[in-house]
């Protein structure tokens, strides 16, 4: 199952798909709690390459009218081992005492990287058409639905507290934090994931504003190689 053309979540032709490999090699679930452009992108396809199933962006009705209702034991996770969306920084600690038994990770990029790629990124999309689900998911994480710096500035000091503070103490194990733009891989995934590292290059798909290497081909020359490796 894939976004149509048309989906408003669907705001690059690569990476923001509705992906998944059959067979999960973990028993737990996870909900990324990274803003956008701080390596979800990277982190999906990291992910799938590790056999597991990952949802970025999502796109199915349910889930969006769970959201929307307020029910937080979302039904996505019967089908998929990880969740990637803008609107998981907003409700989070919903999720999470809905779901005690989810764990996190969050992809975390300098304040001053990230403004910059929001910048990069606001000059290649329009605004997500007014009523769409995007449009009001964007409304709720950021306040507005264009670039704006000093408001993009407050939403990032205002989100890394967030998380910093709710995963302090007893909840600090539920939670992985990866710079993946600043070089974090599969030696600080894996072992959070429970699975051995394959010994390949991390996929970083969307460096510096611009997609290096079609992401969904990479993804499958990773699986490969890594399940070549497990025998």
């Not at 979540?9 to 923001?16: E, N, Y």
């Not at 010994?199 to 890594?226: E, K, Q």
């Amino acid at each position: 199952m894939r976004p149509s053309p048309t989906d408003p979540f669907r705001t690059t032709s690569l990476a923001m798909t509705f992906s998944h490999v059959a067979t999960p090699t973990a028993m737990a679930k996870y909900l990324c709690l990274g803003l956008p452009r701080s390596g979800t992108s990277s982190l999906h396809h990291g992910v799938l390459a590790l056999g597991l199933r990952s949802v970025h962006h999502i796109a199915d009705p349910d889930t969006r009218r769970e959201l929307e209702r307020g029910r937080y034991r979302l039904s996505i996770f019967e089908r998929t081992d990880l969740l990637i969306d803008e609107v998981a920084p907003v409700v989070f600690v919903q999720i999470a005492e809905a779901m005690p038994e989810l764990r996190f990770i969050y992809t975390f990029r300098d304040e001053d990287s990230w403004l910059a790629s929001m910048a990069k990124l606001a000059h290649l999309h329009e605004v997500p058409r007014t009523g769409s689900f995007r449009y009001y998911s964007r409304l709720a994480m950021f306040g507005v639905t264009v670039f704006h710096e000093s408001r993009l500035r407050q939403v990032w000091r205002e989100h890394d507290a967030r998380v910093r503070d709710y995963f302090r103490g007893p909840r600090a194990e539920r939670l992985l934090i990866m710079d993946i733009t600043g070089g974090d891989g599969f030696d600080k995934l894996c072992p959070f994931l429970g699975l051995p590292e394959p010994g390949l290059p991390f996929p970083h798909v969307n460096r510096d504003g611009s997609i290096r290497r079609s992401p969904a081909s990479l993804g499958r020359r990773l699986r490969r190689r890594y399940l070549e490796l497990l025998g």
